[in-house]
């Protein structure tokens, strides 16, 4: 009797040791997922079965209303822990200071470089705190985490609009012009825009049109739709990506190709987009107000 007894306090001790260790070996580890087309950080979540805020702290996300197509996460398991603090047993030996993080609104005219120059910190810093796909890239209003600046960010000021007569120039001579009634002249070379009744010039800008690798199509179109203000996406994730919300005044004329407001710089004369026609927000709202379905548009060289 006593060994069947001494047998079975041997078999619970040996239970005990080798039952949490198998548990830790057969949990699940944690799994990569790529994100797709329309996905939303709660949406991710949602399917795999765990928080926004431990899928924000798994891949050190900013921001949880931003993920963009094929950018991979990591979908944390129960076991991964995330500490914010240092481990008690070492509370008491000195630390070293936490590197300061501040906040900056972009404004006209800023570039990554720059704002990071002005901050102290590099441009891969700051595009790795914002998941930003493209270090050429920032737009007017867009805020950002300046991880470790070495001095606080400067105070925002309120946007001023260019004068009116900065953007408006002589009109060019009309080119084609389609009907005596209202129509629309693009000049790429001279990256204007013209509305014209007839022949006569009603009112020109200075406009920013395609790149040269994304250039703004050439040939006679028609306001095909308007949107007061619509999200644009395009390009190449890693590249030259780019996903911007409420872009106003917005008027397709061909295809993917609109004339529309810009928020994101303030470039105007040269070449700036991937393709549409950028106009200075309170110009592209006289055009979109001035501007029916229809209006022909002329695009040239």
Known sequence: MKRFFFLVILLAFALSITLPFAASISAAGPEWVVVNPG????????RHGVSVES???ANNLPNPNFVYSGQRLLIPDS???FSAQPAQANASAPQPAAAQSVYYTVRPGD??????QRHGVTVAAIAQANNLTNWNFVWYGQRLVIPGASMAAPAPVQPVAPAPEKNVVNAPAA????????????????????????????????????????PTVLGTYKILTKYPAVRMTGGTPGIDYYDLPNVPFTMFFFRGYAIHGTYWHNNFGRPMSHGCVNLPTNEAKWFYEWAPIGTPVVSHS
């Open 79 to 81: 076991l991964m822990v």
């Open 39 to 46: 996905d939303t950080l709660f949406a991710i979540a949602s």
């Open 175 to 214: 080119v084609n012009a389609p009907t005596a009634g209202k129509w629309i002249d693009i000049n790429v070379s001279n990256q204007t825009i013209t509305a014209y009744e007839g022949s006569v010039p009603v009112k020109t800008v200075v406009v920013s049109t395609g790149l040269p690798r994304t």
């Open 55 to 57: 899928l924000m702290r």
């Open 111 to 116: 570039t990554l470089a720059g704002i990071a």
